[in-house]
């Protein structure tokens, strides 16, 4: 949340109230992992879907760098509702780097992501390829 007429942002209720916000906000995309994760655990169990642990870690990390980048540019920059650290003496400096650790989790967790895709084409590959026949007599 930002300012607003009953709880502007340099009150302590208008602090509280954007701490709550805020708070409520990070549940909310904790239990989005969750079901996320769950979902993806309960097809993998059923035989839908069989991903490797870096197909899905490489996601997560690529979600969580976005959230990263939108939160910081959307409410470090563009809002200025708060910064990564509002005590130091130069927050902008905080603000950029979240924004390159954010840029970082998503680089990384994409290619991640993509190890992990190539194993799983490779294990398709396998599983579908004909079984070779010995043509020697036994």
């Keep these: 949340m930002s300012h607003v007429e009953d709880y502007p942002t340099d009150t302590v209720a208008g602090l509280e109230v954007n701490t709550l916000a805020d708070g409520l906000f990070h549940v909310a995309t904790w239990i989005f992992l969750l079901a996320g994760s769950i ?3 309960t097809a993998w169990r059923q035989g839908r879907l069989a991903p490797s642990w870096s197909f899905h870690v490489g ?6 760098g976005v959230f990263n980048l939108v939160e910081g540019i959307v409410d470090h920059h ?3 509702i708060h910064h990564v650290r509002d005590d130091a003496g130069s927050p902008s400096s905080w603000d950029v780097a979240f924004l ?3 840029a970082l989790l ?3 967790g994409w290619l991640l992501h993509q190890c992990g895709l190539a194993a799983m084409e490779r294990q398709r590959a396998e599983s579908s ?5 010995d043509p020697r007599p036994h």
């Design 39 to 41: 979902t993806a655990i």
């Design 106 to 108: 998503v680089v990384g």
């Design 100 to 102: 390159v650790f954010g």
């Design 78 to 80: 563009l809002l200025g």
């Design 59 to 64: 996601l997560v990390l690529v979600g969580w």
């Design 129 to 133: 390829a004909p079984a070779s026949v």
